[in-house]
């Protein structure tokens, strides 16, 4: 077990830019998560995935973030034309679930965006 | 909608000491859990302790443990004999208990603690 991984660690974008981030979960889980962490804040929700189905996207979502889990896999956070509001962590999480369980959720270490 | 509150920017203890962080949240559910996680600088989030609504005793791992306040929406956590490693950031978060709910965390703005030697 490696745990939640994220690449890359850190991004320093132009405004205007797309950016990319990947994430592996724990192998198996079934259930992803993305949050959105700014400094001093707590982590907000923005999408969920089971699988590879994407089942919520929070208002957070705006329409230049896309989400995707190809495979039920790993899953990708793409983020088109860059705004400076946008830099934060973005941070992944996993877990494994079926029903109401209420197993723990393992987060990875952040993918810091600086838009600039 | 649910939210969670934690009214309490940083709190520091002495090292071996005893620290008390807040957490109230709101909720119309009656069948949830609240957690704990601990966020060291530029290291990943971690499961600190959790908490099922329906279970009315408090839970404890080690030094951690929780006052659990069903009716008041309260969930503090207790650190005893703390220790320099306690170091953090630290979140309460919630989450909704049932089957067609996505299992998401809803997070609290979070405590910094400092330990002091």
């Known amino acids: 077990d490696t745990g939640v991984s994220q690449d890359p660690r850190h991004k320093i974008t132009k405004r205007g830019q797309n950016v990319t981030f990947r994430c592996d979960p724990i192998?198996?889980?079934?259930?992803l998560y993305w949050y959105r962490q700014t400094l001093g804040q707590g982590p907000e929700f923005l999408t969920y995935?089971?699988?590879?189905?994407?089942l919520e996207k929070s208002r957070l979502l705006s329409d230049r973030f896309s989400a995707e889990r190809p495979k039920g896999s790993f899953s990708t956070l793409e983020i088109q034309r860059t705004e400076q509001g946008d830099s934060a962590m973005y941070l992944c999480a996993s877990s494994w679930g079926r029903g109401n369980s209420g197993n723990t959720i393992y987060f990875g270490e952040g993918s810091w965006l600086t838009v600039v | 909608a649910q939210t969670v509150t934690q009214s309490q920017p940083e709190m520091s203890v002495q090292e071996a000491e005893t620290v008390t962080l807040s957490c109230t949240y709101d909720t119309s559910e009656s069948d949830y859990y609240l957690f704990w996680y601990k966020q060291p600088p530029s290291r990943q989030m971690i499961l600190v302790i959790r908490?099922?609504?329906?279970?009315?005793q408090n839970a404890t791992e080690n030094r951690f443990s929780v006052n659990f306040q069903k009716a008041a929406k309260s969930f503090s956590l207790k650190i005893s004999d703390s220790q320099l490693g306690d170091a953090a950031m630290y979140f309460c978060a919630y989450r909704i208990r049932g089957s067609s709910n996505t299992g998401k965390l809803i997070f609290g703005q979070g405590t910094t603690l400092q330990v002091k030697p």
């Open positions: 995935f089971q699988n590879e189905a994407q």
């Open positions: 908490q099922e609504a329906y279970k009315q």
């Open positions: 192998s198996e889980h079934n259930r």
